[in-house]
Structures are given as structure tokens and as C-alpha cells.
């Protein structure tokens, strides 16, 4: 079992930067792959970024392609998401996830999902 819990979020301006946190414990983090998410009111969970168990492999989708930095530390069993030149269509609540394989992230079928940060960005 793996626990992951998101920080970092808040409301900002359009053109500002934002980094979120998400803090593992439970099972060996680092054998996992981990993503994040986001859905905004009445729309579905849209993939947004995924990094491989080694930090050696990234995607995401061109919506956020650019702007937006997924790492992880795995010494602090923790990952991050650095948005920058935020948009009000960032706005959503952002998930945390972990999954066995990196595809289970690209195809938005993590084994762990975290509770969520709201990200607002006026404009």
C-alpha cells in the first residue's frame, strides 16, 4: 500500500508559477511510477504527467508540454510538479498517483491516488 499526499496548491494569476508536492510512505516508493492529474468542475480526470520509477523518463500531454516539470526525489519519497506560465484553464484539482508500470499512469490507471489540491488562477 502506498499513501500519497498532495501540498503545494493555492490560487495565483495567470502567468505565475506553482509547485506541487506529493509525499509518499507505505510500500517502496521509489518502485513505483508516479503522475499527476488534474479535473476541473464537470470535467473528467485529464492525465497531466508521468516520471518512471528511475526519473528517466517523462510525458505529457501538449496541453502542458512546456510549462510544466514532473520530478521526484526519491530519497525524500517525494514528487513534484513545477507549473509554470499558468493559465486560468489550469484551474482543477490536482491528484497525485502511483502506479507498478509508467503506462498505468499514461492510461490513467494508477494503483494509488492521492486526495487532491485545488489550483485556481484567475486572469
Known amino acids: 500500500q502506498v499513501q500519497l499526499v498532495e501540498s503545494g496548491g493555492g490560487l495565483v494569476q495567470a502567468g505565475d508559477s506553482l509547485r506541487l508536492s506529493c509525499a509518499a510512505s507505505?510500500?517502496?516508493?521509489?518502485?513505483?511510477?508516479m503522475g499527476w492529474f488534474r479535473q476541473a468542475p464537470g470535467e473528467e480526470r485529464e492525465f497531466v504527467a508521468t516520471?518512471?520509477?528511475?526519473?528517466?523518463?517523462?510525458y505529457y500531454p501538449d496541453s502542458v508540454k512546456g510549462r510544466f516539470t514532473i520530478s521526484r526525489d526519491i530519497a525524500k519519497n517525494t514528487g513534484y510538479l513545477q507549473m509554470n506560465s499558468l493559465k486560468p484553464e489550469d484551474t482543477a484539482v490536482y491528484y497525485c498517483a502511483a502506479g507498478g508500470r509508467i503506462q498505468q499512469l499514461m492510461n490513467g490507471r494508477p494503483d494509488y491516488w492521492g486526495q487532491g489540491t485545488q489550483v485556481t488562477v484567475s486572469s
Open positions: 516520471i518512471n520509477w528511475s526519473g528517466g523518463n517523462t
Open positions: 507505505g510500500r517502496t516508493f521509489s518502485m513505483y511510477a
